[in-house]
């Protein structure tokens, strides 16, 4: 296969391109460092030879032995013939942009680089695009996973400058970039299904989600992993007839249209930031060492985060955070001690923000200052992203007394995106499941606790709220809440589970625990979108299949419009973390299926503390707060009377930070929202869209 790629570049389609990445592309590297591998000796025989160095290998070993002038001029060489092959944006130009890239910077020629590695995304970017038309998930990831190493070598080119604004910009723009971008591709992936079902191809959709819904009930309730197994390639084989049917063609191509030039300037990100407040991007990223004059380079070494900040102005700075080792212990000791109610929360609160945010704290201010109850918008990596920031504390006070935190995936989505749909008005809310006919085999036998105080947050809820449609006991079912269309909010409170988590709940929690027993471990490894889950009451259609609704069901929902799903159960924030792209599980999910904003919570959560807590965020909203001030105010409501994190921090909102609107008949919220509080203001943004490529 290499062999087709050093001459005549061969006819591969796009989709092919996509599907053999990993194995195709990897061939035509640069540098074994860089993410290219060089013919190995045969050993086919004893006398045999050594394979000839192709054109990458003889790059690689000039650059690894730090032999610059002699790399550089192989690899302009192998980008010529390239471009006279395939064009000048083919993306067979990427791995020799990224060699040349690379040993501009260990060669000292900054600029260059920079300069290179911007048309390597370019090109990049146009590929993605192409590829979103004719691609299923799992080729696209596949994508995203090669093009990874591109993006850890521009952040280990800005850590290596960090007083060089020019390589900071670069790394932000990559992080906008690309950081959750195969959650915002699957987002438009789900929307051209539904206008494809509309247009003629339901049945290929309906059956589609039938086929997941089927895979994610097997993999929970403990089936044979070979029935697991044929379940999801079945759904393989359908997402794929679904994306070469004609109706996906064409919507996928508008969909190109729409959005390939979306506005990604850094000088938007920095008029959206508020006065006073900041952006802080948390990346988690394989460094590179490059070398210099004195040293060849060293190639990969262990994973590290830092953090990118930007400021009301424009200001930009790059904070080390330090080795993600390190990072991730700090942060399980400090989810494990603000998640038990019995813990000493301040002491691991404040040793947590030594070490994730107090080396940020001080680019945050203004003239040496904070702003009081400033909004700083966090962009978590890793296993960051199973942290309350509010919950951390500096010596003197919980964060949740300084800031007011909104999370997002990535700069693009906090700050680039205008509203992809109309909002709408209605309210949907589903509490207290009869879990006496949903209980699947793979529950550990015992009775499912009642959650009694999920019935009267409902009430109390629909009480603000009187035209809200309330589904409870053997109503709110997993069919039912799979059905729901565009609710302008849609609440759920019953319990969650996390699948790898298996200690025993708090007496009194939203959270169950499935039986290891009777599930196989290798069926949970295959998609951790089926580790997350809610349990509903079960659908009289298939009452043995109990009433879980997985995040990877979740995510084929039509949420288009929908301004806030609240998950008031346990857990529902958490799931497998991916560098790059934070959390897959139920928030994921229900972002991908067109939610604007989501609240889930990070541990296990007390029942009846969760009541007062949801009922104090939705009496905030009814005052026209926005959706992060409306927890945050209900936050510090409930620590006056529960001063542990434990009962206060557990729930993270994630998405658009605005107020509610409400429709002129349903009163959702009143239609007037006074002035934000301490004069803090959003600047709106241009609309120019701005380009990306070379300088």
Same mark, same amino acid.
């Given at each position: 296969?290499?062999?087709?790629?050093?001459?005549?570049?061969?006819?591969?389609?796009?989709?092919?391109?996509?599907?053999?990445?990993?194995?195709?592309?990897?061939?035509?590297?640069?540098?074994?460092?860089?993410?290219?591998?060089?013919?190995?000796?045969?050993?086919?025989?004893?006398?045999?030879?050594?394979?000839?160095?192709?054109?990458?290998?003889?790059?690689?070993?000039?650059?690894?032995?730090?032999?610059?002038?002699?790399?550089?001029?192989?690899?302009?060489?192998?980008?010529?013939?390239?471009?006279?092959?395939?064009?000048?944006?083919?993306?067979?130009?990427?791995?020799?942009?990224?060699?040349?890239?690379?040993?501009?910077?260990?060669?000292?020629?900054?600029?260059?680089?920079?300069?290179?590695?911007?048309?390597?995304?370019?090109?990049?970017?146009?590929?993605?695009?192409?590829?979103?038309?004719?691609?299923?998930?799992?080729?696209?990831?596949?994508?995203?996973?090669?093009?990874?190493?591109?993006?850890?070598?521009?952040?280990?080119?800005?850590?290596?400058?960090?007083?060089?604004?020019?390589?900071?910009?670069?790394?932000?723009?990559?992080?906008?970039?690309?950081?959750? #971008?195969?959650?915002?591709?699957?987002?438009?992936?789900?929307?051209?299904?539904?206008?494809?079902?509309?247009?003629?191809?339901?049945?290929?959709?309906?059956?589609?989600?039938?086929?997941?819904?089927?895979?994610?009930?097997?993999?929970?309730?403990?089936?044979?992993?070979?029935?697991?197994?044929?379940?999801?390639?079945?759904?393989?084989?359908?997402?794929?007839?679904?994306?070469?049917?004609?109706?996906?063609?064409?919507?996928?191509?508008?969909?190109?249209?729409?959005?390939?030039?979306?506005?990604?300037?850094?000088?938007?990100?920095?008029?959206?930031?508020?006065?006073?407040?900041?952006?802080?991007?948390?990346?988690?990223?394989?460094?590179?060492?490059?070398?210099?004059?004195?040293?060849?380079?060293?190639?990969?070494?262990?994973?590290?985060?830092?953090?990118?900040?930007?400021?009301?102005?424009?200001?930009?700075?790059?904070?080390?955070?330090?080795?993600?080792?390190?990072?991730?212990?700090?942060?399980?000791?400090?989810?494990?001690?603000?998640?038990?109610?019995?813990?000493?929360?301040?002491?691991?609160?404040?040793?947590?923000?030594?070490?994730?945010?107090?080396?940020?704290?001080?680019?945050?201010?203004?003239?040496?200052?904070?702003?009081?109850?400033?909004?700083?918008?966090?962009?978590?990596?890793?296993?960051?992203?199973?942290?309350?920031?509010?919950?951390?504390?500096?010596?003197?006070?919980?964060?949740?007394?300084?800031?007011?935190?909104?999370?997002?995936?990535?700069? #693009?989505?906090?700050?680039?995106?205008?509203?992809?749909?109309?909002?709408?008005?209605?309210?949907?809310?589903?509490?207290?499941?009869?879990?006496?006919?949903?209980?699947?085999?793979?529950?550990?036998?015992?009775?499912?606790?009642?959650?009694?105080?999920?019935?009267?947050?409902?009430?109390?809820?629909?009480?603000?709220?009187?035209?809200?449609?309330?589904?409870?006991?053997?109503?709110?079912?997993?069919?039912?809440?799979?059905?729901?269309?565009?609710?302008?909010?849609?609440?759920?409170?019953?319990?969650?589970?996390?699948?790898?988590?298996?200690?025993?709940?708090?007496?009194?929690?939203?959270?169950?625990?499935?039986?290891?027993?009777?599930?196989?471990?290798?069926?949970?490894?295959?998609?951790?979108?089926?580790?997350?889950?809610?349990?509903?009451?079960?659908?009289?259609?298939?009452?043995?299949?109990?009433?879980?609704?997985?995040?990877?069901?979740?995510?084929?929902?039509?949420?288009?419009?929908?301004?806030?799903?609240?998950?008031?159960?346990?857990?529902?924030?958490?799931?497998?973390?991916?560098?790059?792209?934070?959390?897959?599980?139920?928030?994921?999910?229900?972002?991908?299926?067109?939610?604007?904003?989501?609240?889930?919570?990070?541990?296990?959560?007390?029942?009846?503390?969760? #009541?007062?807590?949801?009922?104090?965020?939705?009496?905030?909203?009814?005052?026209?707060?926005?959706?992060?001030?409306?927890?945050?105010?209900?936050?510090?409501?409930?620590?006056?009377?529960?001063?542990?994190?434990?009962?206060?921090?557990?729930?993270?909102?994630?998405?658009?930070?605005?107020?509610?609107?409400?429709?002129?008949?349903?009163?959702?919220?009143?239609?007037?929202?006074?002035?934000?509080?301490?004069?803090?203001?959003?600047?709106?943004?241009?609309?120019?869209?701005?380009?990306?490529?070379?300088?």
């Amino acid at each position: 296969m290499a062999d087709r790629w050093e001459g005549a570049i061969c006819p591969m389609t796009t989709r092919a391109l996509v599907v053999l990445a990993p194995l195709v592309l990897l061939a035509c590297a640069s540098a074994p460092a860089i993410g290219v591998t060089t013919p190995s000796p045969s050993a086919s025989s004893t006398d045999a030879r050594p394979a000839p160095l192709t054109d990458e290998g003889r790059i690689a070993q000039k650059y690894a032995a730090g032999a610059y002038d002699d790399a550089r001029a192989l690899a302009k060489k192998l980008l010529a013939d390239r471009e006279a092959a395939a064009g000048p944006n083919h993306p067979s130009l990427v791995p020799a942009l990224r060699a040349l890239a690379a040993i501009a910077v260990s060669a000292g020629a900054a600029d260059e680089a920079e300069a290179l590695f911007r048309r390597s995304f370019s090109i990049s970017e146009g590929w993605i695009a192409s590829a979103r038309a004719t691609s299923t998930e799992s080729h696209l990831a596949a994508l995203f996973d090669y093009l990874r190493d591109e993006e850890d070598l521009v952040y280990s080119f800005a850590a290596s400058r960090p007083s060089d604004e020019g390589a900071r910009k670069l790394a932000l723009l990559v992080s906008v970039l690309r950081k959750g #971008r195969s959650l915002e591709e699957l987002a438009r992936t789900y929307e051209v299904f539904r206008d494809a079902a509309r247009r003629g191809d339901a049945a290929q959709w309906a059956a589609l989600r039938d086929a997941r819904a089927r895979y994610a009930t097997l993999s929970l309730v403990g089936a044979p992993v070979a029935d697991v197994d044929a379940v999801a390639a079945k759904a393989e084989q359908l997402e794929d007839a679904l994306t070469q049917g004609s109706a996906f063609a064409q919507l996928a191509q508008g969909a190109l249209a729409m959005n390939t030039n979306v506005p990604l300037a850094l000088d938007q990100l920095a008029v959206g930031v508020p006065m006073g407040g900041a952006f802080v991007d948390y990346i988690e990223y394989r460094p590179f060492d490059f070398g210099d004059a004195s040293h060849p380079p060293r190639g990969w070494g262990a994973r590290q985060y830092l953090a990118l900040v930007v400021k009301s102005g424009g200001a930009t700075d790059l904070v080390p955070i330090g080795a993600a080792e390190g990072v991730d212990a700090t942060v399980a000791s400090f989810v494990s001690a603000v998640s038990n109610r019995d813990s000493d929360a301040t002491s691991a609160a404040t040793t947590a923000y030594a070490a994730l945010f107090a080396p940020v704290r001080p680019k945050l201010k203004y003239d040496g200052v904070d702003y009081v109850d400033a909004y700083i918008y966090l962009s978590p990596d890793g296993e960051l992203a199973r942290v309350p920031f509010e919950a951390l504390h500096d010596g003197d006070k919980y964060l949740l007394d300084v800031f007011r935190f909104t999370y997002a995936t990535s700069g #693009r989505d906090a700050f680039l995106h205008g509203a992809r749909f109309p909002k709408t008005k209605t309210f949907s809310i589903f509490a207290d499941p009869d879990f006496s006919a949903s209980v699947p085999r793979a529950l550990s036998g015992k009775p499912v606790d009642p959650l009694p105080g999920t019935r009267d947050e409902a009430m109390a809820i629909q009480k603000l709220f009187p035209r809200a449609h309330v589904a409870l006991g053997g109503d709110a079912t997993k069919d039912a809440l799979l059905a729901v269309e565009k609710p302008g909010i849609l609440h759920v409170a019953t319990h969650g589970v996390f699948l790898d988590d298996h200690a025993a709940p708090a007496t009194g929690s939203r959270a169950l625990v499935l039986d290891t027993e009777t599930t196989p471990a290798a069926a949970l490894r295959r998609s951790p979108l089926v580790r997350s889950a809610l349990l509903l009451s079960a659908s009289p259609s298939a009452p043995t299949n109990g009433g879980f609704v997985s995040a990877l069901e979740a995510s084929g929902m039509d949420l288009a419009g929908t301004q806030l799903v609240v998950l008031s159960a346990c857990e529902t924030a958490r799931g497998q973390t991916r560098p790059g792209e934070g959390v897959v599980g139920l928030r994921r999910a229900l972002l991908a299926a067109g939610a604007e904003t989501v609240v889930s919570s990070l541990w296990r959560v007390d029942d009846a503390v969760t #009541r007062d807590l949801m009922v104090a965020y939705y009496q905030n909203l009814t005052q026209r707060q926005g959706r992060v001030e409306a927890m945050h105010s209900a936050a510090k409501a409930i620590r006056a009377a529960h001063p542990h994190p434990y009962f206060w921090a557990p729930f993270v909102v994630f998405g658009v930070d605005s107020a509610i609107e409400g429709a002129d008949d349903a009163a959702i919220v009143p239609p007037v929202a006074p002035p934000r509080p301490h004069g803090l203001q959003v600047t709106p943004m241009s609309t120019e869209p701005i380009r990306i490529g070379p300088k």
